[in-house]
């Protein structure tokens, strides 16, 4: 991470990692959080039995946080974390990662910082939630890849596997996320961590999801189900477990949490708002009515241990928060961001390291149900190279843990997965319905060769297929055409870019938009359209939901 001295005290408090292209004031208000310098350093100083804190700078941001580096009078060097307003419930999200990281450390003996001190209440003189940890030292990964040999990076590879098969021999009773039992009333708490009495069980516990989804908005009131949930004795598909305490919870609860926020919170937009989306996607009820399907479909996706047993596991080990030594060969020292890790089921929650995700059209892909997109002209000679790379690293983690197999095997695994995504921001995705509504409709036209129990308990109609098709024209069109200028300009979904490469950027930003405005108001002149449209307005890039 680049370090960066202030030139004033706020520019602590505000999001410096990068600049937006679209909606910047929303999206810095989003990441912009004050609190007591002076303070945090006391607290720094106190923790490490220093007698001041010399220098701060810094570190770095994330989506959720901010990091900075401390320098003590004796030369200790060490980490604080800062939530951003965004991060959901910084208590939980606060408490779970410290958990987490202590869990990691003292129970699997995985290589993650040594927690100091914190503390998951603002209520204190530093006006946050925070971490504070011990610095580990090291290039990223991402800082070596380049110049490492073919046999090295093989190397890192089965080291990161062989370190995340701790993970799956360590199988729990609940999903979830890891806490201390101090930080979670008991009224929240699993009965137990494993499926059998542990002395861990004096120390840890199973709470509620620290995710933003569950808190964001108006998500944030207290009877609201965000676990933990139970997996219970397979198999159990009686319609009366649909909403009860089943292995589907882990679905389910995000299709109640959902229910009840539209119920609540859910305003359509007036037919003559520039920005109002497919009839159905403003219409309360349609959705409510696919979540409800959700809810009947759950229990019958349910499958038996080993694929469904809950496991911690990250779902964000990248380049940048793997550090290694400084070795021809390097080892992996240290695992960082463990912010939100949950626990869940196996075949849910299983991922590759995102440097070797196959998201691409490839042949050893052709099987996947999965939208793939089409490779850049610049990837085509990497992405060989990561297609064998997660073979190895599949290999290496088969070869301790057999029973993962099942779990990758489950031929409607990445078809759930989708769907539980899209169940979670039907509402706020740009007409998110259509992705859900075409989820349920595979699910049912696949039912039997998924070889799940017949009959399936949804159908839908010919009208509302008819209806779907004709909401759905062009949906995957315009999807292509925003991952295309995303990719054509290099910025992320939310529009984000270096503040070095930000002039250029935005003129790139600005002549797109100005050239599509063109050829739009060019092909409303020959259909022989004569309304003024607001071009501007509909432009898909805006923040939080890209889209038409």
Request: charged fraction near 25%.
């Amino acid at each position: 991470m680049n370090q960066h001295r202030p030139l004033s005290t706020q520019d602590f408090f505000r999001y410096t990692r990068g600049r937006f292209l679209f909606d910047k004031d929303i999206q810095l208000k989003e990441r912009y959080k004050e609190f007591n310098v002076a303070a945090l350093q006391d607290v720094v100083v106190q923790s490490t039995s220093s007698k001041q804190c010399i220098d701060m700078v810094k570190l770095g941001e994330g989506s959720f946080n901010k990091v900075f580096l401390l320098t003590m009078d004796s030369g200790k060097e060490v980490v604080a974390r800062i939530p951003h307003p965004n991060a959901g419930s910084k208590k939980y999200t606060t408490a779970s990662e410290v958990a987490t990281l202590h869990f990691l450390r003292t129970r699997l003996d995985f290589p993650v910082p040594r927690v100091l001190t914190y503390s998951c209440d603002n209520n204190n003189l530093v006006g946050s939630e925070y971490i504070v940890m011990e610095r580990i030292k090291g290039p990223t990964l991402g800082d070596k890849w380049e110049s490492l040999t073919d046999d090295a990076k093989v190397s890192v590879v089965q080291s990161i596997a062989r370190l995340q098969s701790r993970l799956l021999n360590c199988p729990f009773s609940y999903s979830g996320n890891l806490y201390f039992i101090g930080d979670v009333h008991p009224s929240l708490r699993a009965p137990q961590l494993y499926d059998a009495k542990s002395p861990d069980d004096q120390v840890y516990c199973i709470g509620p999801s620290s995710l933003a989804k569950f808190w964001d908005l108006e998500r944030s009131y207290d009877h609201l189900d965000r676990g933990p949930c139970n997996e219970l004795p397979f198999p159990h598909h009686n319609e009366s477990d649909v909403v009860g305490r089943t292995a589907s919870d882990y679905w389910s609860a995000i299709c109640r949490r959902e229910i009840e926020w539209i119920q609540k919170f859910a305003t359509p937009r007036p037919r003559d708002d520039p920005l109002r989306q497919v009839d159905s996607q403003e219409e309360p009820q349609s959705h409510i009515k696919l979540l409800t399907q959700c809810l009947r479909v759950a229990p019958y996706l349910d499958c038996p241990p080993p694929a469904s047993t809950p496991v911690l596991w990250p779902d964000d080990i990248s380049f940048q928060n793997v550090i290694v030594s400084e070795d021809p060969t390097p080892t992996i020292v240290s695992v960082l961001d463990w912010q939100n890790v949950a626990i869940g089921p196996l075949h849910l929650r299983f991922c590759e390291p995102e440097f070797l995700t196959v998201d691409f059209q490839h042949p050893s892909n052709d099987e996947s149900e999965v939208f793939q997109r089409t490779l850049l002209p610049e990837e085509r000679l990497t992405a060989d190279e990561i297609v064998r790379l997660r073979n190895v690293y599949l290999k290496s983690i088969l070869d301790v843990y057999p029973a993962l197999d099942s779990a990758l095997s489950l031929p409607f695994r990445e078809m759930q997965g989708l769907l539980i995504a899209d169940c979670g921001r039907s509402w706020e995705k740009r007409n998110g319905i259509l992705s859900l509504r075409q989820g349920l409709i595979n699910i049912s036209r696949n039912w039997n060769k998924y070889g799940l129990t017949p009959p399936a308990p949804i159908s839908f109609s010919a009208e509302e297929l008819a209806i779907h098709l004709e909401e759905g024209q062009g949906y995957n069109g315009n999807s292509d055409f925003i991952q295309t200028i995303i990719n054509g300009i290099g910025m992320s979904p939310t529009g984000e870019v270096s503040a070095e490469e930000f002039d250029v950027k935005m003129k790139e930003y600005e002549d797109t938009k100005q050239r599509w405005i063109e050829m739009m108001n060019e092909q409303v002149a020959q259909a022989g359209i004569s309304e003024k449209i607001d071009w501007e307005v509909i432009w898909p890039f805006r923040y939080p939901g890209l889209g038409f």
